[in-house]
């Protein structure tokens, strides 16, 4: 089984909508983040928490919220979609020793 | 300036090639640095870390060079499944944990 997952994998949704993307992870690490992908921008970081009771904000976090509601899950909603938010979202969790970070297989998000 | 800048490529090489590709990062604090591998829309995969006094894993070298900011991955005996796209990321020391992704650089490797 993987070892973080993220849901749904694939979303279509339209303008103004909220939607809600999750993230589990059962890899025991306190470290959580979300990333959005655009094709030539790379790796943007939206939120990131340390653990359950730090949440902090990355580049890009207009448009964006995150509950950590345990270690193991996070999830990043969207309270009224828009156009340009479509991306490929990732989740990944890191490990405080060595610091990298692992990633889960990604959630493709359409705004139309 | 951006935290990390790599060249984007794309790198189309033959099989069995050597290639090499570069990386410099903008904080002198920076304290860990890798290599990801990311193939065409699936996640990122850490592919190696890279230590003050290089590493290797196999086909794959990396170096790291303090005083110029630099990092390195070489890459020998390409094979067709070396086709990706190689990421630069860099843990700048005072917010560890937290991680700068450069863009990325694509290769390609063509029988």
Redesign the interface.
């Known amino acids: 089984d993987a070892d973080v997952t993220q849901t749904p994998r694939n979303r279509i949704t339209k303008t103004g909508k909220r939607i809600m993307l999750e993230c589990s992870q059962t890899k025991g690490h306190d470290?959580m983040?979300w990333y959005r992908q655009d094709p030539?921008?790379?790796?943007r970081?939206i939120y990131?928490s340390?653990d359950v009771k730090d949440i902090n904000k990355g580049e890009i976090s207009d448009g964006y919220s995150v509950s950590r509601q345990a270690q193991a899950k996070f999830s990043l909603s969207l309270e009224s979609a828009i156009p340009n938010q479509t991306a490929?979202y990732?989740c990944a969790t890191?490990d405080?020793g060595?610091?990298?970070?692992?990633?889960?297989?990604?959630t493709?998000l359409t705004v139309t | 300036r951006k935290e990390v800048e790599q060249d984007p490529g794309p790198f189309n090489v033959p099989e069995g090639a050597t290639v090499a590709f570069n990386c410099t990062y903008s904080n002198s604090a920076s304290?860990?640095f890798?290599w990801y591998r990311q193939d065409c829309?699936?996640?990122?995969?850490?592919l190696m870390?890279v230590y003050s006094s290089g590493n290797e894993d196999g086909r794959f070298t990396a170096q790291l060079n303090r005083a110029s900011q630099y990092i390195s991955l070489l890459i020998r005996d390409s094979k067709l499944s070396d086709s990706a796209t190689y990421?630069c990321?860099v843990?700048r020391g005072s917010t560890?944990?937290?991680?700068y992704?450069?863009?990325?650089t694509q290769l390609t490797v063509w029988p």
């Open positions: 470290r983040y030539g921008l790379g790796l970081l990131y340390f490929l990732f890191s405080v060595t610091g990298e970070q692992y990633f889960g297989p990604g493709r | 304290q860990s890798f829309r699936k996640e990122p995969k850490l870390s990421l990321v843990n560890l944990g937290r991680l992704f450069g863009r990325g």
